[in-house]
């Protein structure tokens, strides 16, 4: 089964609305870390937001937020007043367990594009 | 902030030479970095975790041999494709983590690969 899971393939916003990006996870840890990160097309993978299990508050980075939502295993990232710089890949990942020295899991990834 | 460096950031090779990627960090200690291979469009796959000091962990259908990775020093670890061929063409990227905190993984901006 798949541990990240992101149904968007694509979406499409106009400038200054905001957007919903889904992502779900699957995990039996209790302990686990969920990230988003930004892939414009030049390839770099830009940090955008975090989540820990634990967090009881939803996290928020200027304009991105993650709509953490526990029981449904579900952190979606929202984009509030879209920018043409914001098409690009978004691809939602997980950190199992609480040790640094695990690696991210990605999902597929959601293309979106921002058009004036 | 924290900074990492993939060298090169593009590279054509002839099928059966062997090339080799650099990934550092800059600014931190990193005891383990991630080796990911990403196809055009696609999510990234985790193909190797790189210790330091110690032989690397491959992922399930990672071919060791032909995917070396060296990981020397605490800032260094490095990816050999040998004997490439055209379907090793890829874009290669690698990652670490501050083994200081809880700080997201940091990516390097990714090589790719083209072997002809």
């Known amino acids: 089964a798949q541990k990240i899971t992101q149904t968007q393939p694509g979406m499409f916003v106009q400038e200054k609305e905001a957007v919903t990006l889904d992502c779900t996870y699957d995990t039996s840890d209790q302990s686990y870390g969920l990230f988003w990160y930004k892939q414009p097309s030049s390839g770099e993978m830009i940090f955008l937001i975090y989540?820990?299990?634990?967090?009881?508050q939803n996290a928020t980075e200027g304009r991105y937020s993650l709509n953490f939502q526990k029981a449904r295993k579900s952190a979606n990232l929202v984009i509030s007043a879209s920018q043409l710089g914001d098409s690009a890949m978004y691809f939602c990942?997980?950190?199992?367990?609480?040790?640094?020295?695990?690696?991210?899991?990605f999902g597929k990834g959601t293309t979106l594009s921002v058009s004036s | 902030g924290a900074v990492v460096s993939q060298h090169p950031s593009r590279v054509i090779c002839k099928s059966g030479t062997s090339v080799k990627i650099e990934c550092r960090s800059l600014d931190f200690q990193a005891t383990t970095m991630f080796w990911y291979r990403q196809f055009p469009k696609k999510s990234l796959m985790l193909m190797a975790t790189?210790?330091?000091?110690?032989?690397?962990?491959?992922e399930q259908g990672v071919e060791k041999d032909k995917f070396l990775i060296n990981h020397a020093s605490l800032t260094l670890s490095t990816l050999t494709v040998t004997s490439a061929h055209p379907e090793d063409s890829s874009f290669y990227i690698c990652?670490?983590?501050?083994?200081?905190?809880?700080?997201?993984?940091?990516f390097g901006n990714g090589t790719r690969l083209t072997v002809t």
């Open positions: 989540q820990g299990s634990y967090d009881e």
């Open positions: 790189s210790n330091e000091g110690s032989k690397a962990t491959y």
């Open positions: 990942a997980m950190r199992e367990g609480g040790q640094a020295g695990t690696a991210l899991i």
């Open positions: 990652s670490a983590r501050d083994h200081r905190g809880s700080s997201p993984l940091h």
